[in-house]
Structures are given as structure tokens and as C-alpha cells.
């Protein structure tokens, strides 16, 4: 091609540009859906009771590549208890000024505790608000919940509780009760006993 016809063929790549459909989103105003298995911020998720499902055993913290996550675990007493098990995580803490949302932490977490949620809204103008605690990580009550500390509601014996709680979560109309959404269509839980 003759070299004067070099900056035709740049305005040309221009032109055909103009015609074509546009993909700008008038963010924040209009949101496109993420994907389905997006990797947006974490959540700590609850027994159909209402215990917690983290029991503080650090694994996510450790399995981090970012170091990322902080935990401090207790024991739960018989007066005081957060989880079913012996312990539960008193402390969590994600710093998202470190998370690259790998999901590293997800598949090391032993009781499906911390997933992952579709939200990608994490931007924030102090580095203090972007260290989650757990208090904001861990999932609203759902109707028929209870906020622990409370006993275990869900049978008498460990393997009740767990054979019972894992039924409930499968019967749940959102995502089988895998990742537990705060959004949602949500079912009132046939929980056995009452509040403490
Ligand atoms: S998503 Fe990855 S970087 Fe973020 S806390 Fe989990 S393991 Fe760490
Ligand atoms: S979130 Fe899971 S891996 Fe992390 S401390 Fe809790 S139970 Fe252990």
C-alpha cells in the first residue's frame, strides 16, 4: 500500500468504530449483571439455626496468598454458644486493600463458612473502611434464625444438627444452600425448640 495511504486507513479503523454498538454503561446508574460465579466480596454464612458456621480454625487465613484474612478463635461454652463444634471465630477480619478475590480462602474453608458474593461495590476513601470485620461479613438473620449465642436447635447429637442442618440448606429455593445470598427468595426454617 502507498505510504500516503496510511493515515486513510487509520481514519478507516475510526469510522468503522463509529458504527458499531456501544458497550459504555452509565455506571453507577445502570449495573450489568455479573456473571454467575463472579468472585466479589466474602461472606460468612449461618446454620439454618442461626449458629455460625465458622469455627475459627484459621485455614482460610493460612491458605491466603494475599495475607489477607485475620482470625481469632474461641471455645463456645455450654452458656455461650456461636457455633455448633467446639470453636468459633471471635475475630474475622478481611483486609480488602490486600484481596485479589482469588477464592483461595473458599476452597480451603472446611465447613462451606466463607464464600463469595456477586458484589464488586468495595471502593472506599479510607484504608480503615476497607478492613471488614465480622460483624459486616457474616449473613443477616434469616426469618426462623435466632442470634446466637443460643444451644444448637437443630438436633440433639452433633451428627443430628449437621445431617439436619445440611437438608434445610439443600432445601433452600435460592442456590441449593450452597452460597447462602442476603437477596433472595428465603423460607422459613422448621427449627426445633425456641429462643433461649
Ligand atoms: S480471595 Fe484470595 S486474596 Fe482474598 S482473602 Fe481469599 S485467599 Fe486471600
Ligand atoms: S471461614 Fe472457614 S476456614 Fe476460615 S476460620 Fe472460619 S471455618 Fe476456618
Known sequence: MPEFLNSVKGFGVTFRQMFKKVDTVQYPEE???TAPRYHGRHQLNRWPDGLEKCIGCELCAWACPADAIYVEGADNTADERYSPGE???RVYQINYLRCILCGL???ACPTRALTMTNDYELADDSRESLIWTKEQLVVPL?????????PMRLGETEEDYYALGAKLADSRPDDGGRNPVQEGPVQDWPVQGGSS
Open 31 to 33: 449495573k450489568n449483571p
Open 105 to 107: 480462602c473458599v476452597e
Open 87 to 89: 470453636r468459633y471465630g
Open 142 to 150: 434469616l426469618p426462623g434464625m435466632e442470634q446466637p449465642p443460643h
